[in-house]
């Protein structure tokens, strides 16, 4: 069957206009992070919409600047203007809350070069009754402006309705959409300025990221769709996480914000660590999120490369890094490296194998019989020291994988007897990567 690529839909704009919160709209979701301030968004959001029997790819872009030569600000233009280069139909969205400028101008007639359909959208008209003199606006040669509040939903469904009628032909018979397939969600997690993005964008053989040695570069939590091996993976980029008494600026503690958010969410958690300061307290605590969420887990360990020149044995390495993070010694390591593409591809390898484990169910039978020789040999303790009588266990659910043990008391176990009921259950049954629960029923 042959693979047909959605068509891609870009929102352009100055900073402000609100292109983050169409981009939600459109979506339906909140996904791209909306902040009073301008330049939340840097790198570029993507995520999936639906009009009608219709499907596309919505890319929110960062916001164009006048007068700004700083790397962040050229790098974000540079990403949008790209972004704007391979789209199918692209929004370009304007503030009536402000006149406009001679760079927004001259960056929608540059848009108006690029010969695709090329939708003008005035924002925050909040009211019917509030309609802006859009005399300025005319002197770009086009007949009819789009008016809405995106914040408001007022006049999107005639937005909808247009860039319906703008989208491309529909893929012929016979030909599926790329994303036709749920994509494995893998979350990528860490301090500041770790590799994550350079590791995402050393995945997807490009730079869709914006990588920079300014600590913060990523704000938002950003989507990346790639496949591999005939298999979708959507890769969540996601802001440094780091203590909020550490950071002043409100636009960051967002991000790290949408960051926890995204652990919760993701299918699998790619912790990131760097082999020139491991493991932090910091990671200890990113590790500690990403455990408390049940969701399967592997460990990268970026700039390995460096690690090879020194010859350093990997297997001290992994003892050191469990050390430390004792209670996610469950977590496979891969020792990767975002500059040179080694090993990067592990990564999503491993990822599936992690996301197998969690799913993983073992039949009440073979429970059982497992339970009765081993609680002989090893009964069950609880936290008063007590020894626990289990008549018999089930298992509830997967991902996390968690079991329920039926006996006289439902005191708590004893915290080191589950850690090593939970470790024996991994050897046993093949659970690999994943966090196991264990509760107690009085039956």
């Known amino acids: 069957m042959k693979n047909k690529k959605l068509p891609r839909v870009v929102i352009l704009g100055y900073p402000n206009a609100g292109k983050s919160t169409l981009f939600n709209r459109l979506l339906g979701q909140k996904k791209a ?72 101008e001259e960056l929608f007639l540059e848009m108006k070069k690029y010969g695709r359909p090329l939708l003008p959208v005035v924002n925050k008209v909040d009211t019917p009754e509030s309609e802006p003199d859009l005399t300025d606006y005319y002197r770009l040669g086009i007949k009819e402006f789009i008016t809405i509040s995106a914040e408001h939903k007022l006049n999107l469904e005639y937005l909808q309705e247009k860039i319906r009628e703008s989208l491309p032909d529909r893929p012929g018979e016979g030909q599926t959409s790329e994303l036709t397939s749920r994509p494995l969600k893998i979350a990528i997690v860490g301090r500041i300025n770790v590799g994550k993005s ?28 790639i496949t591999r091996n005939k298999k979708t993976y959507c890769l969540v ?46 990671d200890a605590h990113i590790a500690g999120l990403a455990h408390k969420s049940g969701k399967p887990l592997l460990i990268a360990l970026n700039k390995w490369d460096l690690a090879e020149r020194q010859r350093v044995n990997p297997r001290e390495v992994q003892e050191h890094v ?49 339970w009765e020789k081993f609680s002989r040999e090893y009964p069950p303790k609880t936290r008063d020291g007590s020894t626990l009588k289990v008549k ?50 009085k039956s």
Do not use: W
């Open 237 to 282: 980029d996601t802001a440094g996480i780091r203590k909020f008494s550490g950071t002043r600026d409100s636009r960051e503690k967002a991000g790290i914000i949408r960051a926890r958010r995204n652990i919760e969410e993701a299918d699998v958690i790619c912790l990131v660590l760097d082999i020139q300061e491991f493991p932090t307290r910091q």
């Open 198 to 225: 350079s590791l995402v964008n050393r995945l997807c053989g490009e730079e869709r990221l914006l990588v920079s040695e300014i600590p913060g570069t990523t704000r938002d939590s950003v989507d990346t769709l």
């Open 33 to 104: 992070l909306v902040h009073s301030l301008p330049g939340m968004t840097r790198d570029l959001i993507t995520g999936v919409a639906r009009i009608d029997d219709r499907e596309f790819l919505l890319v929110d872009t960062g916001g164009f600047t006048d007068g700004r030569v700083d790397p962040i600000s050229s790098a974000v233009r540079a990403k949008a203007l790209e972004a704007a280069r391979s789209a199918d139909l692209l929004i370009f969205l304007f503030d009536s809350k402000r006149p406009l400028t001679a760079g927004e």
């Open 392 to 441: 018999y266990i089930v298992q509830k659910g997967v991902r996390p994988p968690t079991f329920v043990l039926f006996g006289h008391s439902r005191a708590p176990l004893l915290p080191a007897y589950e850690k090593f009921l939970a470790d024996t259950f991994r050897r046993q049954f093949g659970f690999v990567g994943t966090p196991l629960r264990f509760y107690l029923r």
């Open 322 to 370: 469990f050390s430390r993070l004792n209670f996610v010694d469950y977590a496979p390591l891969v020792f990767v490296s975002a500059l040179s593409g080694q090993r990067v591809t592990r990564i999503l390898e491993v990822a599936e194998q992690v996301y197998e484990s969690a799913s993983k169910k073992v039949e009440t039978q073979v429970l059982n019989r497992f």
